[in-house]
């Protein structure tokens, strides 16, 4: 038996009091051993900065586990619980201490499924979540990767910097046509 | 300047469109331009469907470190008793099956009773309750219930057009047992007349689908000389996983 789904609706702008908590962007503390950033902006259509987006980042640990462990609204600092919130600051900007998510169930391929940070956008003036996946750069043997092209798979691929990667999400095309972040569905989800 | 009437226009538009189409629709709309914020943040192309890989078939786990059993309570956590009709709002959070979701994180936040959020960019001249914050969280029981107690928020105005008003809501925020039935949603309350007004409630364009937003009033839930009663179910999208995740 199915039930009709309840449909969402907009975080709004005042998500702020709500939903944010000390440490909800810090899965480990900056500096500890390990420990990268991943950071971006958030975009609209007309390129402009987001400043009123909230993403959450689900991730497996440095092995590729699946992390079932709780902890992250008040975080002890040595537990790594996978999941975090960031809120964009005024110019569009969001960043995550975090470790390095490691190939998941490795063996299950010829090459292991290529890490990838599964990423959940909400903003005011968007009227439901979006779900995209930062791939780590470096594993270009993927199913969806392979599926699109050039400019598509592009939207999908973390760069690297100094302190670990940058990732930013574009939620609406240019006037071409181009640079949408591609936004996901999932089999099974009827979404 | 975009008044209601215009606003109101292009809402019954987009209604008829839809009810001539015959297509049913049970989401929201991620285009719909009566919502103004919504014309440069909504994606243009399709969403990939892909299959839940790696993290994607698992939620995140919240537990009792995360969550203290007075967090349901938004009435008791200023010290003083906030203004505005005292209300309990319960419920149960279902996945696409029916089943209920277990220990899983529930978030709330609202406006006061006057409809004014603590939050600097909210600057209307409606009085700030110092007795009230607005946020509140709580964890699932075994049955999938949650359960909060507060006050009833009141509508407040925002600047889509002017003169526009949101109908009084609740923000909810909800984790199922896979990363994908990931859902933020409003509650409102029964009968309230800027339903047909807000185009945020009207961006579900399906009548029968926007109504799973609104809460019921439930009489078995109201207190004697205490507090009013809502109910309200949630159910999110199916869950990918298999049966074997009921031995986690």
Redesign the interface.
Known sequence: MTSPQTPGQTVGPFFAFGLEYDGDSALVPPGSPGAIRLHGRVLDGAGEPVPDALLELWQADADGLVVQRSGSLRRDGYTFTGWGRAATDRTGTYSFTTLSPGVTRPGSTQHGDPPFFAITVFARGLLDRLFTRAYLPGHPHDELLASLDEERRATLLARADDHGFVFDIRLQADDQGEGETVFLSHSGTQD | MTTQADISAEIALLAEEYASAGVVE?????D?PP?R?????????R??????????P??????????GPLEADLTIQRGGEPVGERMKVAGRV?D???RPVRRQ?V???Q?NAAGR???Q??QHPAPLDPNF???G?CLTDDDGGYEFTTIKPGPYPWRNHHNAWRPAHI?F?LFGT?????????MYFPGDPLFALDP??Q??VDP???A??VATYDHDLTEAEWCTGYRWD???????ATPLEEE?
């Open positions: 049970t989401g929201v709309r991620l719909y919502y914020s919504s014309l440069l943040r909504h994606p243009t192309k969403p990939v469907q892909v299959d839940p890989e790696g993290v994607e698992w939620s995140p786990v919240f537990g009792e470190r995360d969550v279902l696409g099956d029916g994180l978030e709330v936040w406006a959020y603590i939050h960019r909210d914050i607005g946020m969280r923000h925020s896979d990363f994908t039935q990931r859902l933020v949603t409003q945020i409630y961006s579900i029968r689908a926007r799973r937003l949630i159910v999110l999208t199916g869950s990918a986690e």
